[in-house]
Nanobody
Framework: DVQLQASGGGLVQTGGSLRLSCATSGFTFDDYTIAWFRQAPGKEREGVSIIKSSDGTTYYANSVRGRFTILSDNAKNTVTLQMNSLKPEDTADYYC??????????????????????????WGQGTLVTVSS
């Protein structure tokens, strides 16, 4: 039974930091790519960051590059998203998702597609991040 459990959201002031975690089970972690998405009220779900578990290849959306860091702990089957220098526009529900790595194209091309969320098979529940101004 595949499970992804996202945690770590909360309320933080502008410029603050949060660390999100995605604990996974039920699949061979090294064969999968884990991504973080976010969805703000009234907006479409967007990709934030992604990591290929087998080799640590990462990619970030332009809006978070340089502020967010995604890491994979293969021993614990967990992916974290360290979010620094948070801005009010980062406020959203954050979701982690998993897809078999072999099914995905190069990340910089993947992030350009409008169907990015549909490439992921398994999803965790959201964790709310609120950044106050």
């Amino acid at each position: 039974d595949v499970q992804l459990q996202a945690s770590g959201g909360g309320l933080v002031q502008t410029g603050g930091s949060l660390r999100l975690s995605c604990a996974t089970s039920g699949f061979t972690f090294d064969d999968y790519t884990i991504a973080w998405f976010r969805q703000a009220p009234g907006k479409e779900r967007e990709g934030v960051s992604i990591i290929k578990s087998s080799d640590g290849t990462t990619y970030y959306a332009n809006s978070v590059r340089g502020r967010f860091t995604i890491l994979s702990d293969n021993a614990k089957n967990t992916v974290t998203l360290q979010m620094n220098s948070l801005k009010p526009e980062d406020t959203a529900d954050y979701y982690c998702a998993a897809a078999e790595s072999r099914s995905l194209p190069v990340f910089r091309l993947l992030f350009k597609t409008t169907t990015l969320p549909h490439r992921f098979d398994y999803w965790g529940q959201g964790t709310l991040v609120t950044v106050s101004s």
